[in-house]
T-cell receptor
Framework: AQSVTQLDSHVSVSEGTPVLLRCNYS??????LFWYVQHPNKGLQLLLK??????LVKGINGFEAEFKKSETSFHLTKPSAHMSDAAEYFC?????????????FGQGTTLQVKP | GAVVSQHPSWVICKSGTSVKIECRSL??????MFWYRQFPKQSLMLMAT?????????EQGVEKDKFLINHASLTLSTLTVTSAHPEDSSFYIC?????????FGQGTRLTVV
């Protein structure tokens, strides 16, 4: 069975400082991993995805994530936080090997950006 | 990227009535769509997988007679919450699977009073 664990339920940073949102995954085969962002009362927007190509994945809005198989991690980073980055972030693994395309969501991390 | 439109974005209904939520893929065809439910400050829980032209597959614990899913065309899936109760109040989100990944609707805030 696949699962993802987001290690922090809440992260607070100051504007202009780096962002690190941590995610560990569990999968019996090579996973497809995603990060989604959700602003209040909105749907989800795909930030980036890993699908067994380059281990360092660049996404939108300056975010990137690195797939580390040895650590079973897929942490999301950004060099400099912006106020507009404040939102809920979900790490997601896809059940592509089962060919269903189901997405399994982590618990979410709330990112707070202080001025 | 691909666009998924969900309607309505919010709805208030009385206890005992039914509510229909639509999910449309606007610029691609989706043979598979997914319906999720999100409680306040919690993650998304998959309710069911909607397959065009066939019956939906429900996750364990989801009442299929209460949450009716219809996927009559390659661009439209509907979720009907039947005989709604206050505990059904939640944020419902659909997603449609395209060749490059899954895209989400903007969600529907359902409040049952």
């Amino acid at each position: 069975a696949q699962s993802v664990t987001q290690l922090d339920s809440h992260v607070s940073v100051s504007e202009g400082t780096p962002v690190l949102l941590r995610c560990n995954y569990s999968s019996s085969y090579s996973p497809s991993l995603f990060w989604y962002v959700q602003h209040p009362n909105k749907g989800l927007q795909l930030l980036l995805k890993y699908t067994s190509a380059a281990t360092l994945v660049k996404g939108i809005n300056g975010f990137e994530a690195e797939f580390k198989k040895s650590e079973t991690s897929f942490h999301l980073t950004k060099p400099s936080a912006h106020m507009s980055d404040a939102a809920e972030y979900f790490c997601v693994v896809s059940d592509l090997a089962g060919n269903t395309g189901k997405l399994i969501f982590g618990q979410g991390t709330t990112l707070q950006v202080k001025p | 990227g691909a666009v998924v439109s969900q309607h309505p974005s919010w709805v208030i209904c009385k206890s005992g009535t039914s509510v229909k939520i639509e999910c449309r893929s606007l610029d691609f065809q989706a043979t598979t769509m997914f319906w999720y439910r999100q409680f306040p400050k919690q993650s998304l829980m998959l309710m069911a997988t909607s397959n065009e032209g066939s019956k939906a597959t429900y996750e364990q614990g989801v009442e299929k007679d209460k949450f009716l899913i219809n996927h009559a065309s390659l661009t439209l899936s509907t979720l009907t919450v039947t005989s709604a109760h206050p505990e059904d109040s939640s944020f419902y989100i659909c997603s449609a699977r395209a060749s490059v990944g899954a895209f989400f609707g903007q969600g529907t805030r359902l409040t049952v009073v």
